[in-house]
């Protein structure tokens, strides 16, 4: 876990409700455009292999910018379903209480490092270290490349 995961916690919270209503927004558009009928050659499946037309319909233009654009936000859902409970867990996992609490004012309650200090009753510069240094010693299991 690095500093700028962890910075992203807020955000992600945020983005979390509005990719899901994009995706809703988008299905809903998507289900509104017409089909485009057409017909396809083929084979058939058995012998004599003789040429037949088979009925299908195809998406428009739009239908398939719809689709790249969902697949697009359903993958950045995806990440903010993994990355949210990453960071918890991680912040809920520190063995320490005071560097627990300061992980938390910080990065889940969007505080400056000067204003932690004054919850808690440091210096900003402590503050800053805490953190610094919990992320230097951290094991490697809890470093993992989540992006």
Not at 49 to 76: M, S
């Amino acid at each position: 876990m690095d500093k700028a995961i962890l910075k992203q916690y807020r955000d992600l919270l945020r983005e979390k409700p509005k990719l899901e209503a994009d995706i809703e927004k988008y299905r809903k558009k998507l289900e509104e455009l017409p089909a485009i009928p057409g017909v396809v050659k083929k084979s058939r499946d058995d012998f004599p292999y003789l040429e037949q037309w088979v009925p299908v319909e195809a998406d428009c233009e739009k239908a398939v910018n719809y689709k790249r654009v969902i697949a697009a936000k359903k993958y950045r859902l995806s990440l903010c379903n993994r990355l949210i409970p990453e960071i918890e867990e991680f912040i809920a996992n520190i063995p320490d209480s005071t560097t627990r609490q300061v992980f938390e004012k910080v990065y889940v309650d969007g505080m400056t490092y000067e204003e932690a200090g004054k919850d808690l009753n440091y210096c900003k510069e402590a503050i800053y270290r805490k953190v610094t240094r919990y992320l230097e010693k951290c094991p490697q299991s809890t470093q993992k490349n989540v992006l």
